[in-house]
């Protein structure tokens, strides 16, 4: 472990610490800090300590930069540095990351600009990726660069799909668009008379470990399977579901939705329901239903639990697509921002990203993009079926 400490603007003192026993150290504190501000769970230790269980790399330790005031911990900030040619900073995360939020109370003015100093005399910038414009620290990062004069990039990111749970149910259904309501009433239907149809929450016990197992194994079987990633497809992956499940179920923050036809799991959302919200992280649905559209009964019943309940305030999809918005309410603009440091290679690297963004505005270029990423991925699933049926013939 090793850790820095250096007192910042209006009573802030920061203190970069790396290492598993400085997580340790600090969890307590920082899950404290994530719930008095009722942010999502990913912003806090619990998270944390999963991800870098999962997918840290062994031989670099994150930092964790945070601040005190008073002694109380009041910002935490977990960032990799990474980089040869180009040193930067950058969050913690993944693919299989949410929306980036920092555990922070509002920084007084001339924190942020500490912070900002302090990261920028070991790097070229600070990358900040996928964030609310108007997250309060990320604000506070933004201002204090500007005052200084240091070059920002700052564009549009896909933003998050949420719905807003506002009662009573009846109320609430009627504000889903007509179509989806009525399409998704009738699929409950029909599913209830192929067989005996039953709606499950799990928060832990002595089921989880096999629920789980039902909930990965279904996915790998699914849409995922051609369309997407399975946690089954990797070890890491499948730690990280797993031992988050265990840890949230501990901290009594685990919701795994399920939908059974006499007995047998056609659909599951899994999600992390703590400070009156809903992160769904993974779902999946029967592909051999695929025409009674379970995943969508399912999450018709999620919301009328829910929203019956009272609780939660926010059900939080993630990353907007489709068939996403045709269930959210609202979605949440996010954004990639960038602070570039004053020096030469933080300079070209500032206007390469200008250029990069001028080409990705681009339409043209912006369809080959696409198509591009499209026979990449066609390829890739075309490799795990031949792995998959390669596996099949040796057994």
Known sequence: ??????????????????????????????????????????????????????????????????????????????????????????????????????????????????????????????????????????????????????????????????????????????????????????????????????????????????????????????????????????QDTLRFYSELARRGAAAGALAVYALRLDGKLIAFEYCLRAGRRIDMLKISYAPDLARYSPGNVLRYLILKTEIERGGTAIYHMGRSSEWKLRWANRVDPLVHLRIYGPGARARLAYCGARLRLFLKECGPLRVAVKRARSMGETISRRRWAAARATERTDA
Request: proline letters at 6%.
């Open 1 to 234: 472990m090793t850790s820095s400490s250096s007192p910042l603007p209006m009573g802030w003192q920061w203190k970069e610490s790396r290492g598993p026993i400085a997580l340790e150290r600090m969890a307590p504190a920082w899950d404290d800090l994530v719930r008095a501000r009722s942010l999502p769970l990913v912003s806090g230790a619990l998270w944390m300590r999963c991800f870098l269980d999962a997918f840290g790399d062994g031989g670099q330790s994150p930092a964790l930069l945070s601040a005190f005031q008073d002694g109380r911990l009041v910002a935490v900030l977990p960032l990799w540095q990474t980089g040869r040619l180009l040193r930067k900073w950058s969050p913690v995360a993944n693919f299989h990351s949410p929306s980036l939020v920092f555990a922070s109370e509002l920084p007084p003015a001339g924190a942020a600009a500490g912070v900002l100093d302090h990261l920028l005399e070991s790097s070229d910038m600070v990358d900040v990726a996928r964030v609310r414009p108007d997250a309060e620290f990320c604000v506070a990062l933004r201002e204090a660069a500007r005052s200084r004069r240091l070059a920002v990039v700052e564009s549009a990111a896909e933003g998050d799909a949420v719905i807003d749970l506002h009662g009573p149910w009846e109320t609430f259904r009627r504000s889903l668009s007509q179509n989806l309501e009525t399409t998704t009433s009738r699929h409950h239907r029909r599913l209830q008379r192929l067989g005996e149809l039953a709606f499950e929450e799990l928060t832990g016990g002595d089921r989880l470990t096999a629920v789980l197992q039902e909930c990965f194994r279904l996915e790998a079987a699914g849409w995922k399977a051609q369309h997407g990633s399975p946690i089954l497809w990797r």
